[in-house]
């Protein structure tokens, strides 16, 4: 399984734009690339999934250069309620492939 | 959406008791379940991975005889933490694959222990 790199933490302010970048220097060829918002006391939420280039839906972006060794999470206008712990996971894709955590990004949302 | 339910959401036992708890998939089968354990400010550590119909594979350095996993239907995974001591007071998590999508794991809300 891939290794992945992300800052530990994050501060932003309400109605900015936060990219939260994570490296995954050995990602294989049939991996995807997936995030995870984790409030305190809840399981994670899935966010965001993809392959490669680009993919935006409702709530974010996650942009992926061609060598696949990095990405970034996007967040757009971010309010208070964002605060959370984000990660990002590495997974080869089908089957029943288990995730393995790393430490996230804790991301502070101030008024 | 898929929705996973644990149960309890919170538990209190005293030193020694053994407690169980409920992962159940409620819209859909999930051959595949896992369990999670996250201590106060850190990640979460994959504990082991249920499927159903057979043994939980453990992950290195998890006491399979401590944690007992059981999946006996395609919706419902059970951890029964044994014998358990403050130092197994944690936040437990599990979370699913639906078999339809294994792309994607669907997580429970969590449940807290706390041994006293």
């Known amino acids: 399984l891939a290794k992945t790199t992300q800052p530990i933490s994050m501060d932003s302010y309400e109605g900015q734009e936060v990219n939260i970048t994570c490296s995954h220097n050995?990602?294989?060829?049939?991996?995807?690339i997936t995030w995870y918002q984790q409030f305190p006391s809840q399981g994670p939420r899935f966010i965001i999934q993809g392959y490669k280039t680009k993919v935006t839906n409702e709530v974010a972006s996650l942009f992926i250069p061609a060598d696949r060794k990095s990405s970034t999470l996007s967040l757009p206008r971010v309010s208070l309620s964002d605060t959370a712990v984000y990660y990002c996971?590495?997974?080869?894709?089908?089957?029943?492939?288990?995730?393995?955590f790393g430490a996230g990004t804790r991301l502070a949302v101030h008024p | 959406g898929a929705v996973v339910s644990q149960h309890p959401s919170w538990v209190i036992c005293k030193s020694g008791t053994s407690v169980k708890i409920e992962c159940r998939s409620l819209d859909f089968q999930a051959t595949t379940m896992f369990w999670y354990r996250q201590f106060p400010k850190q990640s979460l550590m994959l504990m082991a991975t249920?499927?159903?119909?057979?043994?939980?594979?453990?992950e290195q350095g998890v006491e399979k005889d401590k944690f007992l996993i059981n999946h006996a239907s395609l919706t419902l995974s059970t951890l029964t933490v044994t014998s358990a001591h403050p130092e197994d007071s944690s936040f437990y998590i599990c979370?699913?694959?639906?078999?339809?999508?294994?792309?994607?794991?669907?997580f429970g809300p969590g449940t807290r222990l706390t041994v006293t």
């Open positions: 050995n990602i294989a060829t049939n991996d995807y």
């Open positions: 979370s699913a694959r639906d078999r339809r999508d294994p792309y994607e794991q669907y």
């Open positions: 996971l590495v997974a080869p894709s089908g089957g029943y492939n288990k995730l393995i």
């Open positions: 249920s499927n159903e119909g057979s043994k939980a594979t453990y």
